[in-house]
């Protein structure tokens, strides 16, 4: 005995597109089926094609009819529509199978010419549309909440709260094509489930770029159960949020924040963040650091690397006032370079090595007032920003004598990450 669902049978399988014959008596609108009202089958509807034990799911995308008679005859006799010569005929795409109670997707199965089609049931139409999100039903604490109808069939569409908003969920659509009422509904009906307790023991933060949801009422919340935060990159009057500096000295938020290369800047942030925590860590400041990277560079093969830490101090140097200052810059740019020798050199004195630097030569190169200098500066209140700046330079000044980093790869970093902070020095 057939199911008074049975619609018909396979005729056709061409790749993925299936042609059905639908039976002469299954031509109503709908049909009452275990005590339901059932739509028929009909374009953008989903039918079910029976293969074994697997139940095929197709979308009807086309549906037309065929004269047999007419077309065995003369086009001179009209014989169209004559009793017993039409056939209703449906294209199906096929979409997925469901066995197991477990729809999936993708074309794994293909029909075959005599099986059978049937409209399917509210529970094949719940398992094509949440697939596993439904949780398990013997679960009573698996609350369910529900989004609309389906267009086609007019069954509810549920999902399981523990299901739904465990995992990752996307909203996809052309613009107008209801996104933003789709997650306003959403978010309405789950927060006004009562039985669902769950606000001791959850948040929800939504980033609201176009301000759609940044209003009291809000998914149907009263106003104590809301904070609304207002953002403003334009003015210093908005509301801001407070971060930790340690999610905020993060390598992969700087590296977003400065736009920084994959291959060659991303890991120099690395780098910097690690040594600046362990400079932290052991209490060490700039006269632990510049000093120590101003007698280096001097003694260097290039001198491209000692004109940069030339530069880093000049750009500290704005707005200094110390007494001797001044003395201390004429003597940096009286440094110079001795093509022949290969080595930097002032008046009658060359310089060899960085000991001789520390000691013989700490007066006439300068090091003895950087290293005062330095101490004076780890005294001072520096910005955050100014401060990520000059250690940025310097470790790019430390990656360029051990030959880490080349210059021109992250001198533009640098440039960027000057551009986005302000010179906060007090």
Known sequence: MS??????????VRGT??????????????????????????????????????????????????????????????????????????????????????FNSGIK???????????????????????????????????????????????????????????????????????????AKVYN???????????????????????????EGVFGLKNSDLNIIKLDTKADTGNKINILSSDFYNSEILSILFSAKEQTQKPFIKRLLKSNKRAAEKGWGFKNWLPFLYSKSLVHSSKEVFEYIKEIIEYISVNEMRSGHEDFLNTMRELQW???????????????????????????????????????????????????IINAKLYLVYDMLNKYAQFDHINPLIHRIESKCDRQVE
């Open 3 to 12: 199911s008074p669902l049975q619609i018909g049978n396979v005729v056709e």
């Open 189 to 215: 009906e789950l927060f006004n489930i009562d039985s669902f307790k769950f606000k001791n023991k959850s948040s929800f933060h939504l980033i609201d770029f176009n301000g759609e949801y940044s209003h």
């Open 338 to 388: 001795h093509s022949n020798q290969g080595k930097f050199f002032i008046g009658n004195y060359y310089f060899d090595t960085s000991e001789q630097i520390h000691t013989v030569y700490r007066d006439v190169s300068g090091y003895s007032y950087l290293y005062e200098w330095c101490s004076e500066l780890d005294d001072k209140e520096i910005g955050w920003c100014e401060k990520f």
């Open 109 to 183: 199965h293909l029909p075959m010419i005599g099986n059978l089609a049937f409209i399917p049931t509210k529970k094949q139409i719940e398992n094509v549309y949440l697939n596993n999100g439904r949780g398990n039903p013997e679960d009573h604490t698996n609350l369910q909440f529900s989004i609309g109808k389906s267009l086609s069939e007019n069954i509810d569409i549920t999902f399981s709260i523990n299901g739904f908003f465990a995992s990752h969920i996307g909203i996809f659509g052309n613009t107008g094509s209801g996104k933003s009422n789709t997650l």
């Open 17 to 102: 597109r299936i042609k059905v014959q639908v039976e002469k008596d299954m031509n109503q609108s709908t049909l009452i089926y275990k005590g339901d009202i059932i739509n028929n089958i009909s374009v953008n509807g989903f039918i079910i094609i029976k293969k074994g034990f697997i139940d095929l799911v197709g979308k009807i995308e086309a549906e037309y009819i065929e004269d047999l008679l007419n077309k065995k005859r003369e086009q001179l006799v009209d014989d169209r529509f004559s009793k017993g010569s039409i056939l209703r005929l449906l294209e199906v795409q096929i979409v997925g199978f469901i066995e197991n109670d477990t």
